[in-house]
Each structure stands twice: as C-alpha cells, then as structure tokens.
C-alpha cells in the first residue's frame, strides 16, 4: 500500500511514517516545501507523482501562539489546505485521515461531550481550534474521511517543542513559572 503523509516531517510525521513502513508499505513523507497544502497545484503535483492509496493529513500551523498572532495565516492552512486535500483526494477518490484535536470537547459550557455531539464553534478555547473545527468540515466533504482527534502528543526528545516536551525541558534546567490559560505551573 502506498501512503502519503502531508507534514510528514513533523513529530507526529515521522512516527506515523515509520509505523506504516513497519507494516511494509511504500511511504510518502511530504515535506513542507514538496507540498505546501494552500497551493493546489504543488498539491495535486506531489499526489500525481506519488499515486497514494490513502492520505494521512497532518500538515497544519500547530503553534498556538502563532494561531493566535498569525490568524490568517492560520486560516490558510489549516482550513484552506485541508479543503485542498480533501477536494483533491475526493477527486481521486482517495480516503484521507485528518488529525483534528481533543480541544473541540473544551467548549465552554464545561459538560462533557460524546464523539458524535454537535461542536458549536463559539466558546472554542482558542483560534487553533477554531481552524480545526473549520477544518473538519472540509474533511467530511470527502465521503472517504476518518477524522482523529488527538489529545496532546509527548516524544521526540530534546526536539519536542510542544507543551509536555516544553515543561520537561523547564523541568531539566531552571525552574520557571510556565504560563497557562487557566494555571500557572512552577
Ligand atoms: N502534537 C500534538 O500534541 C497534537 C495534538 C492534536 C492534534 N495534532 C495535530 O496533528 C498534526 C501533526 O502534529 P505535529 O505535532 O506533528 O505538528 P508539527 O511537528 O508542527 O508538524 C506539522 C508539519 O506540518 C508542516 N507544515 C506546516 N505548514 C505547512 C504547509 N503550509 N504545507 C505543508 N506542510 C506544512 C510542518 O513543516 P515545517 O515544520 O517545515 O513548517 C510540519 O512538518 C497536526 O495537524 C496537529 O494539529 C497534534
């Protein structure tokens, strides 16, 4: 089988890409610069050349501050470059896994949500989200779609940059007062 990963550079990347090619598939990890998700045609040339029996979609804008600073840019590809890649595998008709996260259950109102709950977008916990929401809908417009929803993911030593890895990091050197939405943690 053959499987593209767009942002397969990524942390998530390179774990799922050396998942697959342990199950003996031929993989294709997309660079960014192979395949940036908001231009159409650099997507369609990286899926031409490739042919992909199933696409893993992790490429996404993952920095919450920069969502947050940057929203347009936020926009344009997380929303506008799942859409890209899930038109052009429905087109194909080729299945596409699209990695959302578990921050769409963080709505507000505090009650728990089941899988299925209808996830309104105002009360969202921050823009990152707001784009991932966005994104899900373009991913269900392929009938071929899994959606994931991943909580927060720790590996790649001394490279993981997100939050676990950032507090470990804190943890190994200077104690310093990591700032959160809701708490402080010294
Ligand atoms: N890590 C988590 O805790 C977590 C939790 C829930 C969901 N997710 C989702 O899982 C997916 C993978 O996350 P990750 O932790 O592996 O993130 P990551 O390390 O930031 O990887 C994202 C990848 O996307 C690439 N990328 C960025 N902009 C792109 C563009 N315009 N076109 C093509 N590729 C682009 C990046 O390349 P450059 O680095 O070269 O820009 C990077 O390789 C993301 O969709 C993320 O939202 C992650």
Redesign the pocket.
Known sequence: MKVAI????????GYVAAAFRDRECQVFP???EY????DPSILRKALDECQPDVVI???????LGLCEREKELAHL?NVV?TKNVSEQCAERKIPVVF????YLYASNDGEPKQEDAVIEAEGLPNYYTTT?HEAEYFARQNDLHYIVR????YGSGLEDK??IGFICSKLRGNFETVHSRHHDIE
């Open positions: 767009t942002g397969g550079k990524g942390n998530l990347g997309f660079s960014h395949s940036r998700v908001e979609h992790l490429a996404a804008l993952t920095d590809v470059g990695v959302s996260t578990y991932k991943l909580g927060s993911l997100k939050i």
